[in-house]
């Protein structure tokens, strides 16, 4: 399933956020977006997931053009196609840990026997045991890689992650960029992750350049 983006461009009002940004991810790459703040990184994320909207151009995943998907369409597409994590995490603060992770799989109605795979999501993000922790007891690294196992769980073809690793430790934060790679060499998903850090970047099969001009190398 690859991800094709083609001259896609944004812009509010007469100030252009990207433009012509041209990319394709393979099955089993990884490619990393960097950028000062405020570029519009996270615009170009949220773009490939459908949870923006673009003035030009077209993102297709295989072979499916996001932009002709309506609500509804694209809200199914994203349930069965893509994992994300927010820089700000949305673990929801009434479910405990184990049913913040469940909630892709219960989306997809593939509840029945998922509480093993649960379990070794929370092994893998190295947090065994705390499945019925709730948010508010957690820490943000914590928090970060519940958060990190929700958008595992389902084995995403796609996998975007905004700033994964901002709020981590430099050892968790290695764990964590293992688990989201591991995820796209073993499972042949597209990863695309924003990212600051170098070390994370550098792991990257390419790199997009997002400038201040709006204009992407
Ligand atoms: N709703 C909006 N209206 C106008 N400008 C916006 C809006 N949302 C984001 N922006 C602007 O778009 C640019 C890109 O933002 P963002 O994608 O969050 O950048 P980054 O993730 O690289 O820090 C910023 O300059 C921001 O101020
Ligand atoms: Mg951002």
């Given at each position: 399933m690859t991800l094709r983006i083609s001259n896609l461009g944004k812009h509010y009002g007469d100030a252009p956020v990207f433009e012509n940004v041209t990319l394709t991810v393979e099955p089993g790459e990884f490619v990393a977006i960097?950028?000062?703040?405020?570029?519009?990184?996270?615009?170009?994320l949220n773009c490939m997931a459908g949870l923006?909207?673009?003035?030009?151009?077209?993102?297709?995943?295989?072979?499916?053009?996001?932009?002709?998907?309506?609500?509804?369409?694209?809200?199914?597409?994203r349930r069965r196609?893509?994992?994300?994590?927010?820089?700000?995490?949305?673990v929801l603060p009434h479910l405990d840990v184990a049913q913040n992770v469940a909630l892709p799989l219960m989306?997809?109605?593939?509840?029945?026997?998922?509480?093993?795979?649960?379990?070794?999501?929370?092994?893998?993000v190295g947090l065994p045991g705390m499945g019925?922790?709730?948010?508010?007891?957690?820490?943000?690294?914590?928090?970060?890689?519940?958060?990190?196992?929700?958008?595992?769980?389902?084995?995403?073809?796609?996998?975007?992650a905004d700033e994964p690793t901002g709020?981590?430790?430099?050892?968790?934060?290695?764990?964590?960029?293992?688990?989201?790679?591991?995820?796209?060499?073993?499972?042949g998903a597209s990863l695309v992750l924003v990212t600051h850090s170098e070390s994370a970047a550098?792991?990257?099969?390419?790199?997009l350049h997002l400038r201040a001009d709006g204009i992407a190398a």
């Open positions: 960097v950028g000062e703040s405020g570029v519009g990184k996270s615009t170009l923006d909207s673009w003035d030009q151009g077209t993102v297709m995943h295989d072979g499916i053009d996001i932009g002709a998907l309506d609500g509804e369409a694209c809200a199914l597409w196609h893509v994992g994300f994590v927010f820089q700000a995490f949305h989306l997809l109605g593939q509840q029945k026997d998922s509480e093993g795979r649960i379990v070794h999501m929370l092994e893998a019925t922790r709730l948010p508010q007891t957690l820490s943000g690294g914590q928090l970060q890689r519940v958060a990190i196992a929700r958008a595992l769980v389902h084995r995403p073809a796609l996998l975007l709020n981590l430790d430099p050892t968790t934060a290695a764990k964590v960029m293992e688990l989201l790679i591991g995820q796209t060499r073993e499972h550098a792991q990257a099969d390419r790199l």
